[in-house]
Nanobody, 120 residues
């Protein structure tokens, strides 16, 4: 079992910042891909940022230059630093981690979600 625990969401005014954290625990042998997604009620979940094991990041166009994804390998924790937040960034944010367990099986785990609300 691989579990993800998210933290860091909350209410912030437009222009403010938040940092989301996602800590992975369990029988993790390797992590291949990490991602942050967000979902607004009634809409599909969309990928916001991704980070490969090789360190390559990718961002959806709407957050480029404002959001930064990073990782602490020793802690198996991934972060999403969100700056210059806009009301349209309001959503539930989920982290996703894919990799392989010590028993050789692949895993694809999701965090519980954390609410980010940006007021205008």
């Amino acid at each position: 079992q691989v579990q993800l625990v998210e933290s860091g969401g909350g209410l912030v005014q437009a222009g403010g910042s938040l940092r989301l954290s996602c800590a992975a625990s369990g029988t993790i042998r390797s992590i291949n891909l990490m991602g942050w997604y967000r979902q607004v009620p009634g809409e599909q979940r969309e990928v916001v940022a991704s980070l490969t094991s090789g360190g390559t990041t990718g961002y959806v166009e709407s957050v480029k230059g404002r959001f930064t994804m990073s990782r602490d390998t020793a802690k198996n924790t991934v972060y999403l630093q969100m700056d210059r937040l806009k009301p349209e960034d309001t959503a539930v944010y989920y982290c996703n981690v894919r990799g392989r367990r010590w028993d050789g099986r692949a895993f694809d785990s999701w965090g519980q979600g954390t609410q980010v609300t940006v007021s205008s």
